[in-house]
């Protein structure tokens, strides 16, 4: 019997898998985000290996071939040392979807506790909570970061504090929203009925029933967080040059624009390319898992 | 004489993952002024979608209507495009819905929604205002608010004109289902498709909408297609009935002999599953097994696998008999069985 | 088994931004007493105080004045150990079976959570659990090769019988079924009435039924009460009340009733 249960439970699992990838593939361009995805993140994990002139990655100089054209050697051009673009654009990619992905989590992580005590314990305690995160909510995120990087220095992890701080609030108004509408749904109610205790309520009933739409945000973030990376990158406090950012990148090319384009144009591209793809993968997933949000 | 509705033979499938589900399979179904036609059977047997049909508001894709044809006074519905069926919409045809809360706008009061409906249908016949042609936008509103006015009235509504400026969740359940049925007959329609009126409503409330309905068909002339599941609701309100089951009409005819004499064995068994006065506890009968796979549809007749009469024959599509002038049945084996 | 004695339930007026709320008065003067092994049916129409009683008899609220008492014990002075412990002998099943069962989780998670969160009552360890769950389901007409399936696979009649099973897995006495058939079609309707009834004969289980159809509490139920605006208007002998009704209330209930009756 064990055996017949198994199996029911996998192929179960594998129609539900089957069923998500048709709805998936409903949408022509969820796919399309999907393999831009897919594309950055085989760039992340294999950018710096793959890159064609490592040395420049790590900050070797070529002045005798200073902003040199797209040509086959250098498909993206050199820069102002003479450097391969393309090598730092693939380079970069690592450091920017870290640092998106990091952002992400750790709003998503801070959010989702915030917005779970608040919508769940409701009374001061969701008062005390929102009020706090609208207050985070009322200063620009740009700003924010630019404080924190202000006080706590530039570098890698603080611009990931910085941002990250900036970021909570929308997540914790998600989850507490969709706690407040989930605590409402009969089977918390039968939950409650059966004498589950409120952290079984919470963690077994209502949480795995808000992942979806917490998910979807996240997909759709992960394009907003790179471009702020990007953008502390561009005025300077985010990642420190040698190490290759896109926003850093962008940032040195627009004094050189409009005569060596080629030095602001393809950083520019990965980032749009970045962006564009998690926004249209978060669309598509918002189909899947959240049926009821369609058309 | 042209049927006000007559719809011939329809068959519709249903494309999803899964593959194309043959919805309705020949379905046919005749409604004259004056007839109330309730459509019985339970979820997924096609009820809902032949009511939505008529006025063309399923989606095409995933819906395809593969063969047979919807006559509305004689004029195929389906061979019309998007514009000449919203002018039918609301003028010829008017829909209720089940639940009065979602098919109300909140945001906007009773009266506004019910004058824009009755201009709207101005719009296609300007007799409903009892103006000309040529009146100003001025007149045509004062006229339209007048009718909105007689309409709720009619409808058992209450200071009419003060409620005009109310909200629809300043009404209760069976008002707003009220409201809803002014809305449907402003633009004085032919036909009326009512899909499950009264299924959100309380009892008391139910038989007041119920009697309602069967007042405004004696006062319009019109035809009332009633979309239930109840047989209680359909016996008490209904001239006619037809019996779906899994895409097909298995018995259809006037009440007393529907519901007198069930001959098909899905309507008996439907009937023997309601809890009246004189069955004892326990002694119900279900209905074993479930609704077929309609991607996969048993050949011949859909209700043989759960049918204790089934026999080889089944297999082949089964012939309608009338047993009496207008009680069709679409199961030769009870037939058969009387005669023997 | 359950009394039910003069309890009151008021929602005290509320003063918010947009105005006062007037206070509402759900529950008024309520006496019932259910007893071991019957089948009782508490009838009344949208907003009539049928589901405010239910919460107050599940104690997932307090009535404002009056008591309640199960198996001659009042609920209000339970410890709240005393109280779990009889959480595991009262249970509910819901009216919507498709919005009652955690889609996320199997049915043997949601057949066993019971027994899991009364495991010191019931004594059960994970392997017994499960061949509970496995007991229970074939109880109510479904197998064990149900188990590791979640609810969107099932039809509604399925579902219900789900809930039914997960009702029964921590041995309750009294169940209360508040509207259990409302959602469902005729012919499956049937099935679960019997099952329902099948079910009380062999485990000697109590029923509080709440319906607003009263053709299944004809069917079901042994006594009735009709309760209307939070006070009840009759109770009796279910054949009584509805041979002999004694309201005005019952009578234009019975009345407004869609009976299948052939028209002449």
Redesign the interface.
Known sequence: MTDATQVTRRSARAEALSRALYRFRQSRLSVVGATMVAFVLFFTLFGGILAPYPEHVAGGVDTAHRFAAPSLAHPFGTNELGQDVLSLVMAGTPVSVAAGFAVVFVGTVLGVIVGALAGFNGGWIDDVLMRFSDLMLTIPSLILAMAVAAALGPGFVNMIIAIALAWWPGYARLVRGEVLQAREEVYVAAARAIGASPARVLFRHILPNIVSPVIVKMSLDMGFAILTVAALGFIGIGVRPPTPEWGTLLSIARGYMPDFWWTAVFPGMAMFLAVFGFNLLGDGLRDVLDPRARR | MTALLEIRDLHLSMHSYEGAARVLDGVSLRVNKGEIWGLVGETGCGKSVTGLSVSRLLRTPPAEYTRGEILLDGTDVLTLDERQMRSLRGRRVGMIFQDPTTNLNPAFRIGTQLIDVALAAARHDPAILGLGRGAGRRARVAAARKLAIAMLTEVGIPAAESRLDDYPHQFSGGMRQRVLIAMALIGRPDLLIADEPTTALDVSVQAQILALLKQMVAAHDMGVVLITHNLGVVAQTCTHVAVMYAGTIVEQGPIRDVLGDPAHPYTQALMRAIPTRDVARGALQGLAGSVPNLIHPPRGCRFAPRCALARPSCAQPPAVHERAPGHRVACPVVEEAQHA | MLEIEGVSRLFPARRGMFGTTAGVRALHEVNLSVRQGESFGLVG??GSGKTTLTRQI?R?DTPTSGRILFEGQDMATLSPAAL?AL??RV??V?Q?PY????????VHDIVT??ML??RQTLGLDRRQRTDRAAELLELVGLG??H????PH?F??GQRQRI?IA?AL??GPSLILLDEPTSAL???????V??LL??LQKRLGLTYFFIS?D???I???CDRVALIYRGEIKEQGETQRV?DAPESDYAR??L??????????
Do not use: K, T, W
């Open positions: 129409e949208s599940l997932l779990r959480r595991a249970q509910i819901f919507d919005a009652s069962l955690n889609p996320r989780m199997s959570e019971p969160i009364h064990p090769q188990l590791y399936r979640h696979e039809s509604g809930c997960r897995a921590p079609d005729v012919s499956v309707q049937a099935q009435l019997n009834i099948d607003h009263l053709g299944v004809r069917y079901v509805f234009s209930l009345a407004a009733m869609p009976e299948v009756r052939v028209p002449d």
